[in-house]
C-alpha cells in the first residue's frame, strides 16, 4: 500500500509565497505520473499541477508563471512552490500518484490565503 503524506499548508497572505511538499512511501520513479490537486469548498476538485517521470511538467492557467512543481527521486518528495499568492488559491491541496494500475492519493493539506 502507497501513503503519501502532505505538508506544508498554511495561512499566508495574499502576495506571499507556500512551499508544499507530498512524500512517497515508495520510489516516485515507479509512478508515470505525480499531480497535485485542490479543491476549495463547494467546488470540485481540479488539477493544479502535474510532472511525469520523464520530468514534463504541465499546470492548470489559473497558476502559470506563479506555481512550480517539482520533484527529488532520492527523497522520493515531489514539491509545488507557490508564490504571489491570492485569496483564490484557499483550497485543501491533495497529491496524487499514478501508477499503471491505480492512484493513490494523499489526505491533503489546507492553504489558506487571506486578504
Known amino acids: 500500500q502507497v501513503q503519501l503524506v502532505e505538508s506544508g499548508g498554511g495561512l499566508v497572505q495574499a502576495g506571499g509565497s507556500l512551499r508544499l511538499s507530498c512524500a512517497a512511501s515508495?520510489?516516485?520513479?515507479?509512478?508515470?505520473?505525480v499531480s497535485w490537486y485542490r479543491q476549495a469548498p463547494g467546488k470540485q476538485r481540479d488539477m493544479v499541477a502535474v510532472?511525469?517521470?520523464?520530468?514534463?511538467?504541465n499546470y492548470a492557467d489559473s497558476v502559470k508563471g506563479r506555481f512550480t512543481i517539482s520533484s527529488v527521486n532520492a527523497e522520493n518528495t515531489v514539491y509545488l512552490q507557490m508564490n504571489s499568492l491570492k485569496p483564490d488559491d484557499t483550497a485543501v491541496y491533495y497529491c496524487?500518484?499514478?501508477?499503471?494500475?491505480?492512484?493513490?492519493w494523499g489526505r491533503g493539506t489546507q492553504v489558506t490565503v487571506s486578504s
Open positions: 510532472i511525469t517521470s520523464g520530468g514534463t511538467t
Open positions: 496524487k500518484a499514478s501508477s499503471l494500475r491505480t492512484q493513490y
Open positions: 515508495r520510489s516516485i520513479n515507479s509512478f508515470y505520473a
